[in-house]
């Protein structure tokens, strides 16, 4: 039976049990993973599933009430015994005047976005240990301190996603992804560093060289040996592309409707108003062609869009689901997320900081004195105040150029006054999976070191 026939019969089956309204989302997957540590296989990991999600509504004083199972035994005994837990659940829950499916027309025409590639799979193992030690040896060709690992892996998943609602909308979509990535250790007497490299695509040709992700790695291992702390101090400070992305990831976490119902967001009330650096243009775009979290349609059958959360530092927009948009009189953004078993929440599709015109070379140049951050640590981030205090390790800047690296201090300050503090960012906009930043620099913030 197709995915499409089980959440027809799914959905006919919770009408008839009593819902008054009801979704499915059933997903099909495969994933291989590999991974090796110099020539020597690691493990070597293959799965298949094939889960059905319920949501499923009834009408109740206050509002619809609302519940949710899961099965991956689609037998109809199994499905009998799942619609009828979940109707029975719905009814022992409370009402609520903001539960149910969304209002928004659903999506119609469906957009092939290039999300996975019908000649890379099934998946080999063997292709994907040859990857995998190709990783291994070029990490390791890069110094002979390079002398272990954590390991380097390759892998590959092909998902199949089918939504349908009792509104009538029924889709569905094929999703892939392919990693590749090493952490290499370099070893000089007493001391181990390790660092990684990694890179992921939809599909295997657009996969980068795990010649070149090799060797990043080995390289960005062996230039931590011999770091140290700095003193305390206030100076200008770099964020890589790739830990810059993090506080994109921040920028979400204070812009969902959920954030801001909950009063759990220093951005509440303030669309409209300058929350960053005119440099900051943040996107979200779940219909980019390719993209690692680009589909045709969200967790609600509604269409996915380009919606823009900053532009030139000013707050535009947050993002919603259906759910969160009700709480707050808003539309859904086409922004729903959920698995199987659960219901939607939230969800960035392909989130960016807009590159800017400075290469990394030339922000590096004109900073005279600072710290570029390589890696940070830990979560210290507090989204109702904004305040941010996270380990991290880089490498020193004296000069406008590089110095020494760097380990064992704490950056702080607070997310509003760092994204407002932006003062360059860079054109190597880098993209290792759904969120993407290039390199950019706050002006002054505090290193809490030696």
């Not at 949710?68 to 005047?97: F, I, K, Q, W």
């Not at 919606?307 to 709480?327: C, H, I, M, P, T």
């Not at 900073?367 to 390589?374: E, S, Y």
Request: net charge negative; charged share 25%.
């Amino acid at each position: 039976m197709s995915g499409e026939a089980i959440v027809e019969r799914a959905l006919a089956r919770l009408r008839a049990a009593g819902a008054a309204a009801a979704d499915c989302m059933l997903i099909e997957g495969e994933s291989l993973d590999v991974r090796v540590r110099d020539e020597e296989i690691d493990h070597v990991t293959q799965s298949r599933e094939k889960v059905l999600g319920v949501r499923c509504f009834v009408e109740g004083d206050g509002g619809l009430q609302q519940a949710t199972g899961s099965t991956s035994d689609l037998s109809d005994e199994a499905l009998d015994r799942l619609v009828g837990h979940s109707v029975a659940l719905a009814r022992a829950t409370a009402g609520d005047p903001c539960a149910g499916l969304p209002d928004a027309p659903f999506a119609e025409s469906l957009a092939d976005l290039g999300l996975s590639d019908p000649a890379d799979h099934p998946a080999k193992a063997e292709d994907r240990i040859e990857t995998a030690r190709r990783l291994e040896r070029a990490a390791r060709a890069v110094d002979p301190r390079v002398s272990n690992s954590e390991g380097s892996e390759a892998a590959s998943s092909l998902s199949t996603i089918v939504y349908g609602d009792t509104r009538g909308f029924l889709g569905s979509y094929a999703s892939a992804s392919h990693s590749i990535s090493s952490m290499p250790v370099a070893i000089d007497g007493d001391e181990k560093q390790r660092d990684y490299a990694y890179a992921t695509s939809r599909t295997l040709a657009g996969l980068a060289d795990p010649d070149a992700v090799g060797r990043e790695a080995g390289e960005r291992a062996v230039r931590r040996l011999g770091a140290r702390p700095v003193e305390t101090c206030e100076v200008p400070v770099l964020f890589e592309p790739r830990i810059a992305a993090s506080l994109v990831r921040q920028i979400l976490q204070c812009t969902t409707g959920y954030a801001i119902y909950r009063q759990a967001s220093y951005l509440i009330d303030k669309v409209g108003e300058l929350v960053a650096s005119p440099l900051v243009t943040v996107v979200d775009d779940g219909a980019l062609p390719g993209g690692l979290g680009s589909k045709p349609f969200d967790a609600e059958g509604l269409t996915t869009r380009r919606n823009v959360l900053v532009s030139e530092g000013r707050l535009v927009q947050y993002l919603f689901d259906s759910y969160s948009a009700r709480k707050l009189g808003a539309a859904s953004t086409g922004s729903a997320s959920r698995g199987p078993g659960s219901s939607p929440s939230v969800g960035a599709t392909n989130l960016w900081l807009e590159p800017g015109q400075t290469s990394p070379e030339e922000m590096l140049a004109s900073t005279g004195r600072g710290l570029l951050v390589t890696e940070l640590i830990g979560f210290g981030f507090n989204p109702v105040t904004g305040d941010y205090s996270r380990g991290a390790a880089g490498f020193w800047i004296e000069g406008g150029e590089i110095a020494h690296p760097v380990e064992e201090v704490t950056i702080a300050g607070n997310l509003q006054d760092m994204l407002c503090g932006i003062d360059a960012v860079g054109s190597d906009l880098l993209w290792l999976g759904r969120v993407a930043a290039p390199s950019l620099r706050i002006a002054r913030m505090t290193i809490a070191g030696s």
